[in-house]
């Protein structure tokens, strides 16, 4: 208590003993960073030295370039303050002194610092899944307060706790997402002052890649000129440059690759073996980089790689042909020779073919080879690529061998060839010998000899019996000799053949006979058959080509109602053998003819069919016409029946609906009345699609406008043509005018016919199917001792030979028939052959 009494006294001492007092004008100073301010220290009484102080306390010296003092006069001192910086802040004193008097005062100077944003970077890059740092550096004073806003709204750390507000400012997002991604507002504000200020920053989140191959395994085929596509699709941000690398070498475009425009896709050109291998697909961004391997698998197709001809002799202990061949996968090799096929193992039962085969490589065995071991033997490597094949030539040397017929049929004064067919290697020399002579003889000009390659013809002309007998034909060569004996026999005519039964018709008969029990040696070249009304004395002769296994022949021109006999007898090459015993049969009376047998062919236009009947047995009475009628199968409606001629063959149905089943009869008629129909079926084709022409080098002319201009040509023509018909016959489209517009007469008429002949060839504008008949002349047979063919389902029969008033009735009905058919069908000349002896009508 003394001591604050004594340092109260002491101060009240000082100051009444000072006589000086000291003044600060302003008495507190408030300054803006970077401004400038000054202070002045005024001095009540006298006083010599007039300082000032720092708020460290140094006295602040004139040459400080920031802070200046300058001494106005006796009685004040200017504090000045140049370019403020928050160093600056703080009390500063002015102290007066003279002598031991001494007075002072104090100001407080306070700095204040505007917002300033000193590291605010703008875009920030983050990758997407680390904790983001946002950084807003700021800087003032008062320190400044930091918001931070998103969206239009202020960020609160307590809602979301992947936010955290650092307390430098700074703005964390914690597994920052893309979502994330956007303009943030770092907003500072001075709350003592009011101030505000804002920074915009955006924020970018990277994407490290994702990428995915289109094909984990690509498969390609090696040697052919073909490329492989390798192609892999990625994603991220930024946009993912992709590149590719094999054994660890980037991969360029050039002769052996191509990469499009954003590298997803590489070509490998010209695939080879080599390329087989896993390449790398890559895709980098800013947020890293991410790699798939593509595998590369490369086939090769199967392909022989080593095959060689052998050479053997017949008899040796084996041989051996070896096929090797190379491919990925490993190929299978098989043997194969003519028909025949040989696999991995023995062959036959005496186990002297074997399969051996091992990885690439294949052996054929042959044990105890045989002459006919010989021939092209085909390797073939396959796998699931392809296959290869290609031909080995075993070569085997053997000693002649005789093969063909030991037996020669033939007679006096007929030629004859003796064959010795000579199967050998190397080729062998052929010598004919008979009784130890070498022939031909000096002695002999009735044989000769023609040598090919394989056979020795021996040519003999018998002149007696002496030249039948033994012929000996002796074959040689470096392996050895081999000779067989041919016989020469006289041949003889053939038995006569046996007749079965006959099947008679009005018109016609079927003969049905077993064949000659001996044919005498040589084949048969005919058959005679003749016969005749019972009681008549004139026989009718008929002969028919001999074919293998013939046992039926139609004999037609009969009467109906008729008893008549019938024989016949076999000829070959040396003469008619004896006939066989007479037969009786009776044609029946006359009746219907039989049904038409039909054959049906699709025309080119696929929706026309052209129709063939084969005629049959007439019932006595010569055919009238045909009846024609045909129906869509699914329609219940038949067309309108077509008469058409009796010597038609066909008829074309031109028009039908397309890709539909059609029903088409035909009936024949007589004057006893009408065949049972002849059916056939067929469906037409698919209505073909109109293909657009390939594209040519130059323009052309469209197909509308083809036919617009053949249309022009055309009635351009018209117009030419009946402009001379109407100045030269009087006739036409302009003499029809002027008759009925300008009152002119015309040329008279020509006849109702005309007219009637016209109406009858009109279009008919139905829409029916156009018609198209093939119609014959009436043919007439004059050569004698030719027969017609058996009435089966592909032969016609032959008309009978001569001609008769019923031909004559039915020429008539003929042309009758054919000018009441034009107003239905078309008539076309007949193109077809006459028909004569065994020939048939098609």
């Known amino acids: 208590m003394l001591q604050i009494r004594n340092i109260l006294l002491g101060l009240l001492y000082i100051n009444c003993a000072a006589a000086i007092q000291v003044q600060i004008t302003p008495p507190q100073g408030q300054i803006s960073v970077g401004d400038s301010k000054f202070f002045l220290c005024e001095v009540v009484g006298d006083a010599k030295d007039i300082d000032w102080y720092t708020p460290s306390g140094e006295k602040i010296l004139p040459n400080n370039p920031n802070i200046h003092v300058n001494r106005n006069d006796e009685t004040s001192s200017a504090l000045i303050i140049y370019h403020a910086d928050v160093d600056d802040a703080g009390i500063y004193m002015c102290v007066a002194r003279n002598g031991d008097k001494e007075a002072q005062a104090t100001v407080q100077v306070k700095i204040f610092q505007k917002i300033t944003f000193k590291n605010v970077p703008s875009p920030q890059e983050f990758n997407e899944g680390d904790d983001a740092d946002i950084v807003c550096d700021v800087i003032g004073s008062p320190p400044p307060f930091i918001l931070w806003k998103h969206k239009g709204a202020i960020i609160k750390a307590e809602k979301d706790v992947r936010f955290r507000h650092m307390e430098n400012g700074h703005l964390q997002i914690r597994g920052i997402k893309k979502a994330d991604e956007g303009t943030y507002i770092c907003e500072a504000r001075v709350m003592q002052t009011g101030e505000l200020s804002f920074k915009m920053i955006e924020v970018v989140i990277n994407v490290l890649p994702t990428i995915r191959a289109r094909q984990s395994e690509v498969n390609a085929t090696a040697d052919i000129s073909s490329p492989a596509l390798l192609a892999c699709d990625a994603d991220g941000f930024p946009e993912p440059i992709i590149t590719w690398t094999y054994n660890n070498v980037v991969l360029q475009s050039g002769d052996k690759y191509s990469l499009n425009e954003d590298g997803s896709e590489l070509l490998i050109r010209d695939v080879v073996k080599v390329d087989e291998g896993d390449y790398t ?41 070896t096929c090797e061949a190379s491919g990925d996968p490993t190929p299978s090799i098989s043997w194969s020779f003519e028909n025949r096929m040989f696999t991995e193992g023995e062959q036959s039962h005496d186990r002297n073919i074997v399969v051996r085969s091992h990885a690439r490589v294949s052996s054929l065995l042959l044990k105890n080879v045989q002459f006919t071991y010989a021939g092209q033997y085909l390797c073939t490597a396959s796998n699931s690529i392809g296959q290869d094949n290609q031909h080995v030539y075993l070569e085997v040397r053997y000693a002649p061998k005789i093969l063909g017929s030991v037996t020669t049929y033939t007679w006096e004064g007929n030629p004859a ?40 013809y021996l040519e003999v002309s018998p002149e007696s019996q002496s030249d039948f007998g ?58 005679r058959l003749v016969w005749r009304k019972q009681w008549h004395q004139d026989w009718t002769t008929m002969e028919y080509s001999a074919t293998e296994d013939m046992t039926r022949i139609t004999i037609a021109g009969l009467k109906p109602e008729t008893t008549y006999e019938i024989k016949m007898s076999a000829i070959n090459g040396k003469g008619e053998g004896e006939s066989s015993p007479t037969s009786t049969f009776k044609t029946k009376p006359v009746r219907e003819p039989s049904a038409p047998k039909l054959e049906a062919m699709i025309q080119n236009q696929g929706n026309s069919l052209k129709v063939n009947w084969i005629k049959q047995d007439d019932g006595g009475s010569p055919i009238k016409h045909y009846l024609v009628r045909y129906k869509a199968k699914h329609v219940s409606d038949w067309k309108p029946e077509i008469r058409v001629p009796h010597g038609s063959e066909y008829v074309v149905l031109s028009g039908l609906d397309w890709n539909t089943e059609y029903e088409v009869r035909v009936v024949a008629e007589n004057q006893q009345g009408k065949s049972e129909p002849g059916v056939i079926a067929f469906r037409t084709a698919t209505e073909p699609t109109t293909m657009p022409g390939a594209s040519g080098g130059g323009s052309g002319l469209s197909t509308g406008a083809i036919v617009g201009i053949l249309m022009v040509v055309f009635f351009l023509l018209l117009v030419g043509v009946d402009v001379t018909c ?56 004059t050569q004698e001792g030719v027969g017609a063919p058996e009435p089966n389902e592909t032969t016609p029969l032959t008309e009978p030979d001569g001609k008769t008033k019923e031909d004559v009735n039915m020429k008539e009905d003929v042309k009758t028939e054919a000018n009441n058919a034009t107003a239905e069908v078309k008539t076309v000349p007949n193109e077809a052959p006459q028909i004569n002896g065994n020939e048939s009508k098609a």
């Open 417 to 456: 060839n003796i064959s010795c067919v000579v199967e050998a290697h190397p080729g062998a020399s052929v010598t004919w010998f008979r009784d130890g002579l070498q022939l031909p003889t000096t002695n002999t000009t009735n044989m000769k000899i023609y040598n090919t390659p394989s056979v020795s």
């Open 726 to 781: 109407f100045f030269l016959n009087k006739c036409g489209l302009l003499m029809c005018i002027a008759v009925n517009f300008c009152g002119k007469a015309g040329p008279g008429t020509k006849g109702k016919d005309i007219e009637e002949g016209k109406a009858a060839f009109t279009k008919d504008e139905s829409k029916e199917p156009i018609v198209e008949v093939r119609t014959e002349e009436d043919q007439t047979k």
């Open 470 to 527: 033994s012929y000996n034909c002796t074959a040689n060569n470096v392996m050895g000799t081999e000779y067989k004996e041919f016989l020469l026999i006289q041949a003889e005519v053939p038995s006569s053949p046996e007749i079965q039964q006959v099947e008679p018709f009005s018109s016609s008969a079927v003969v049905e006979f077993d064949e000659p029990d001996s044919f005498g040696g040589v084949p048969l070249i005919k058959y």
């Open 281 to 321: 697909c890559i895709a980098r961004n800013k947020a890293g980089e991410k790699s798939l391997e593509v595998s590369l698998n490369v086939f090769v197709q199967a392909k022989i790689t080593y095959l060689s001809n052998q050479t053997a002799s017949e008899f040796d202990d084996e041989v051996t042909l």
